[in-house]
């Protein structure tokens, strides 16, 4: 039961989180919206994040800093 626990623990948090650096460049500053942000986008909705998709698209290393994970990919 705990390795299925940590299974899916694992799925849900975003595979580009050790190369995605929005909250260090950009938001520093505001470190418990930053937080906020992380619970609701990197460790367990990421399917929902701009950035997430972007990198899924055109790879993490070309994401532009500023491009925010709730922003409309039109
Ligand atoms: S901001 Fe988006 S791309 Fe970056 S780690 Fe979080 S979910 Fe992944």
Redesign the pocket.
Known sequence: MGAKNNELSKSSI?E??AV?N??EVIMPSVPQLCEK??QN??YG??GK?A??AY?KLYGSQDIPDDLF?NAFLG
């Open positions: 975003c580009f989180l995605c929005f909250f942000m992380r986008y990197c909705g990421c994040c950035r997430h990198s994970p």
